[in-house]
Structure formats: structure tokens, C-alpha cells
């Protein structure tokens, strides 16, 4: 059974930067997909980043390209996202996601129902 375990969520004035942590176990995570969305009241839920458990590019939502960098270390099972010049608008619950398909592209990736593991979220809130 995988477990996914945010933290690192908090309160910070616009402008400023907040680092996500994920921290994933209970699974064999070689060939998967490890996703990041987001979820404001009122609001369906955001595709905000992506990337392989083995390595190569992330993907990113379109108002995210930029600001947020997305990175894992596998030897401690963590992932990480890094938000940088923190927005208004980019206050959400933030949740980790973990998809074990084959699949990893723009499309594909991006959509929420796709993942089967989920943590139970971290809270951003930016003030401004």
C-alpha cells in the first residue's frame, strides 16, 4: 500500500517562496508518475506539476512554468516542490499524487483521475 505525506505548507506574502515535501512509502516506485495538484474552495482541481520517479523533465501547468520546480531524490523517497514568487491566486490545498502507469505526457498526465495514491494534502495560503 503506498503512502504519500505532504508537509511544508504554510502562510507567506506574495512574492515569496515555499518548498512542498512529499515523503512516499510502502511501494516500489521505479516507473512512476509523482504529480502535484492543487485544489482552491469553490474550485475543481489543478494540474500544478509532474515528474517520472526515474528522472527526466518535469511537466508543469501553465501558470506554474517558471516559478515552480518540481524534483525527487529517490534514495530518500522524497519529492519536492519548490514555489517560487508566490501569487494570490496560488492559494490551494496541495496535494501529492502517485500514478503507476506507463503513461507520462501533457495530456495524459495532467488529468487528476488518473493517479491512484494520494496524500491528504498541505495548506499554501499567500497574502497580499
Known amino acids: 500500500q503506498v503512502q504519500l505525506v505532504e508537509s511544508g505548507g504554510g502562510l507567506v506574502q506574495a512574492g515569496g517562496s515555499l518548498r512542498l515535501s512529499c515523503a512516499a512509502s510502502g511501494g516500489i516506485f521505479s516507473g512512476y508518475t509523482m504529480g502535484w495538484f492543487r485544489q482552491a474552495p469553490g474550485k475543481e482541481r489543478e494540474f500544478v506539476a509532474a515528474?517520472?520517479?526515474?528522472?527526466?523533465?518535469?511537466l508543469y501547468g501553465d501558470s506554474m512554468k517558471g516559478r515552480f520546480i518540481l524534483s525527487r531524490d529517490s534514495a530518500k523517497r522524497m519529492v519536492y516542490l519548490q514555489m517560487n514568487s508566490l501569487k494570490p491566486e496560488d492559494t490551494a490545498v496541495y496535494y501529492c499524487?502517485?500514478?503507476?502507469?506507463?503513461?507520462?505526457?501533457?495530456?495524459?498526465?495532467?488529468?487528476?483521475?488518473?493517479?491512484?495514491?494520494w496524500g491528504q494534502g498541505t495548506q499554501v495560503t499567500v497574502s497580499s
Open positions: 515528474i517520472r520517479w526515474s528522472g527526466g523533465s518535469a
Open positions: 499524487a502517485a500514478d503507476p502507469t506507463q503513461y507520462f505526457d501533457s495530456t495524459y498526465t495532467s488529468r487528476w483521475n488518473i493517479y491512484d495514491y
